[in-house]
């Protein structure tokens, strides 16, 4: 099990570091680049610290994985000008560049799992999976609230620079949209993957 979950660790960085690099080098947006991409940091510096004592089920690493990627690339382009969703803006004539619910649904659907991990093999939540699922959702939207004040913070902090970050488009119900993505990806989560994250969960208990 040691020997898989090793290879699993150098492929993990054979998908990253490329994205990574990739993201770094000529950004849209320098300053919006550094601020969508922190949380890559963040979550690279916590996963480093904690994957011996306390290493994640594969299904888990993998969509940390995905969502760092989704966070690199609205980095590199910025979230309001992501070319595949501008053609797709074009296409069925929105009007506006939704890379940025892509993400936000993923602030849900990834999270999700990272707390129902946390919460099962900390034996925080025990009994009816209801309760669980509760508790989970409720996490999802505070955290989703939370970044949603930490723009709003950074906008205050730094005034125009900070207008491809917030990613807005002048969609006056972008704040509200954003945190029910969210919870719709925490939903859809745990609806498609609790049975398969159980299966994994039993070799990390």
Do not use: C
């Not at 054979?14 to 690099?21: A, G």
């Not at 939207?141 to 730094?158: D, G, P, Q």
């Amino acid at each position: 099990m040691g020997y898989f979950f090793n290879n699993m660790k150098y492929l993990w960085l054979s998908l990253f570091v490329p994205v990574f690099v990739w993201s770094a080098v000529l950004p849209k947006d320098p300053f919006t680049w550094f601020l969508e991409v922190m949380p890559v940091f963040i979550g690279l510096l916590i996963l480093a610290l904690t994957h011996k004592k306390f290493p994640l089920t594969p299904l888990l690493y993998t969509l940390i994985l995905i969502h760092m990627i989704i966070l690199m690339v609205g980095g590199h382009y910025t979230y309001a000008e992501v070319p595949f969703f501008d053609w797709i803006k074009e296409v069925f004539e929105q009007s506006r560049n939704n890379y940025d619910k892509v993400g936000h649904f993923a602030q849900g659907f990834i999270p999700a799992i990272l707390a129902r991990e946390i919460l099962i093999r900390k034996k925080i939540v025990q009994g009816a999976k209801i309760w669980l699922n509760y508790i989970i959702l409720s996490i999802i939207l505070a955290f989703s609230a939370f970044y949603e004040l930490v723009e709003w913070w950074v906008a205050l902090a730094v005034g125009e620079d900070a207008e491809a970050f917030l990613g807005t488009q002048g969609y006056i119900w972008d704040t509200q949209s954003d945190m029910g993505y969210a919870l719709f990806g925490g939903i859809v989560s745990l609806l498609v993957l609790s049975k398969l994250h159980d299966k994994q969960l039993e070799t990390r208990q």
